[in-house]
């Protein structure tokens, strides 16, 4: 798997948990909470559009702010060194 982040996650050694149409779903280590974390990654080709762009960054932001004991909090956003 070709997937850079940032040097706060730790890609696991065999990550893919999801693949979909519009986002990668990898297994992760947080090294700054030091917790296994699951991390959704946007694809690329969606990343430079614009306006799903935004759309996307809507979503996200509003789905960090639902709290629900059968869904796992949101600690962090951000993009990959190349725009994902």
């Known amino acids: 798997m070709d997937l850079r982040l940032s040097d706060r996650y730790e890609i696991a050694a065999d ?8 986002v990668q779903v990898v297994l992760a280590h947080d090294r700054v909470l030091d917790l296994p974390v699951v991390v959704k990654v946007l694809r690329p080709v969606l990343a430079t559009d614009a306006t799903f762009r935004r759309a996307f960054d809507g979503a996200v932001h509003a789905a960090g702010r639902i709290t629900h004991p059968n869904l796992l909090p949101m600690h962090d956003v951000g993009e990959t060194p190349d725009g994902c």
Request: no cysteine; hydrophobic share 40%; net charge negative.
């Open 15 to 22: 990550p893919v948990l999801g693949d979909g149409d519009l």
